[in-house]
């Protein structure tokens, strides 16, 4: 009870002076609505810690029955940078919220950093879904917390997706595309240079006509004609026989050579439960 009244007025507190780092970032779990019970946080809290552990991102799961900025992924993202969670120099990770504030469970998931790349749009909704399914099999708020961490483990597990494999954060904190030119296109580009080059040389090699007669290789202007005449005495003719090759034949040989909606330095995605 202590702890719930002490969480209650650190957000107060927070709420008020937004500029103060108002909690300890060491808990993870800021229960301001007071839907879990002390072992339930002990036991999400061992969750959290494993996955920080595995996969170098930070997880921070919180409640309100307070939002002063309205939007509750304002209050998610104002929650997490005012208090410099994060693990990293692009404080990598990810939070969730459920927020109470108009009695409904209005759910928001926040990536900052690594976390931008980890989890894509398709995976928050994915995520959101196991949440919504463990709410309506009446598994408590402790089922929902424990979807989202099991859900969200699993997908860090994963790696970054290949749709943002091409990605890096910057010195901002945002998520941008590296600038690469596509294979495919490089690929197409070279068959394209080397047809054109080829029909080139086939079309100057059909503009060389055959020569037909010794004339041709001959340089008319350099040839000085004289008369010669010979005088026909007598004819002597020899013959032989020349056997028929019938045995083996050789030859020569040829040698061949054979050639997420992210912007502001975060990403995320919510809905009401």
């Given amino acids: 009870m202590k702890k719930k009244l002490l969480l209650f007025f650190t957000f107060s507190f927070f709420f008020l002076l937004p500029n103060v780092f108002a909690v300890d970032t060491s808990l ?38 307070i939002n002063p900025y309205g939007s509750t992924e304002e209050l998610a993202t104002r929650f997490y940078s005012d208090n410099g969670f994060g693990m990293n120099e692009h404080q990598d990770g990810i939070l969730f919220v459920i927020d109470r504030h108009l009695n409904a469970d209005d759910a928001y998931i ?62 901002n904190g945002e998520m941008k595309y590296k600038r690469t030119v596509p294979w495919f296109l490089m690929i197409v580009l070279s068959l394209t240079i080397s047809s054109v080059i080829v029909f080139v040389l086939v079309k100057r090699n059909k503009m060389i006509q055959k020569a037909t007669t010794a004339k041709a290789y001959l340089d008319q202007n350099s040839i000085q004609y004289s008369r010669k005449e010979d005088h026909f005495a007598y004819t002597h003719t020899t013959s032989a026989y020349v056997p028929r ?14 050639g997420t909606t992210s912007h502001g330095g975060h990403g995320g995605g919510g809905r009401r439960l």
């Fill in 28 to 65: 993870k779990i800021y229960d301001d609505a007071d839907l879990l019970t002390d072992s339930e946080e002990v036991m999400l809290k061992s969750q959290i810690d494993q996955y920080i552990k595995d996969y170098n991102m930070d997880m921070v799961l919180m409640t309100t029955l």
């Fill in 110 to 171: 926040l990536t900052t950093g690594e976390a931008m790349r980890v989890y894509t749009d398709s995976r928050i909704d994915a995520i959101l879904d196991d949440i919504s399914d463990a709410k309506y099999n009446n598994e408590g708020y402790y089922g929902m917390f424990s979807a989202f961490i099991e859900s969200s483990s699993d997908f860090a597990y994963d790696g970054v997706p290949d749709i943002n494999k091409n990605t890096y954060i910057d010195s």
């Fill in 245 to 258: 090759n019938t045995g083996g034949s050789s030859g020569g040989g040829s040698h061949h050579v054979g």
